[in-house]
């Protein structure tokens, strides 16, 4: 069946642009997670949904950045007045019944 | 403070020998751990899992072996294959019910070499 996929694949803005990253997940998936990868760097959490329940937002390095899952499905990852750090690879995974996470292909989003 | 280690960021292997990645977690409750594969330009791939309450968990070239006192678990890969080059995160999962979130470590750049 169709895995995690995530739009665009590649994004260039301006410093100080907003930006919007789309992930759909595997469908049935109920739990949603984002995390971003910059170089040389691990995975780092930023949000995760489950179901209706409210997401945890506790990995959002500022406020700048958002998330919304609507439907229990699409999320959208919106980070405001982007800045030169915010360059990464910003990953979607989707889980259902195990702990196992399936990861779509990423973003990579470059702010110059 | 990273709970989980990768401590070797790259690895060469020669093909058809073994492939032994390690990692080291900080955690004593983390209670399952999972293994995932990266290509370039791809996301992570899940590649096999154990907990805590095994020592090994095998599936075909792949096994993972856990010791716990040791906070310490590595992936072999044998034989190792040119196809098998890719970077290999290690992740754990916190306890606590319901909690589903893994931390991960920095992962290990494998290369085999034919």
């Known amino acids: 069946g169709a895995g995690v996929s995530q739009s665009p694949s590649n994004k260039v803005t301006e410093k100080g642009k907003d930006v919007e990253l789309r992930c759909d997940p595997i469908s049935g998936h109920t739990a949603l997670y984002w995390y971003r990868q910059s170089l040389g760097q691990g995975l780092e959490f930023l949000i995760y949904?489950?179901?209706?329940?409210?997401?945890?937002k506790s990995g959002l390095p500022s406020d700048r950045f958002s998330a919304e899952r609507t439907g229990g499905s699409v999320s959208t990852l919106t980070i405001q007045r982007t800045q030169q750090e915010d360059s990464a690879v910003y990953l979607c995974?989707?889980?259902?019944?195990?702990?196992?996470?399936?990861f779509g292909p990423g973003t990579r989003l470059t702010v110059t | 403070d990273q709970q989980v280690k990768q401590n070797s960021p790259s690895l060469s292997v020669q093909e058809g020998r073994i492939s032994i990645l390690n990692c080291d977690y900080t955690n004593s409750m983390f209670d399952y751990f999972l293994w995932y594969k990266k290509y370039p330009a791809e996301g992570p791939t899940f590649l096999i899992s154990?907990?805590?309450?095994?020592d090994k968990n095998e599936d075909g070239r792949f096994t993972v072996f856990l010791n716990k006192s040791a906070k310490h678990l590595s992936l072999h890969i044998v034989p190792s294959q040119p196809g098998d080059s890719a970077v290999y995160f290690c992740?754990?999962?916190?306890?606590?019910?319901?909690?589903?979130?893994?931390?991960f470590g920095k992962g290990t750049k494998l290369s085999v070499i034919p």
């Open positions: 995974a989707s889980r259902g019944a195990g702990y196992e996470q399936y």
């Open positions: 949904f489950q179901g209706n329940s409210a997401p945890d």
């Open positions: 992740a754990a999962r916190p306890p606590g019910a319901g909690s589903y979130q893994l931390t």
């Open positions: 154990i907990s805590s309450i095994k």
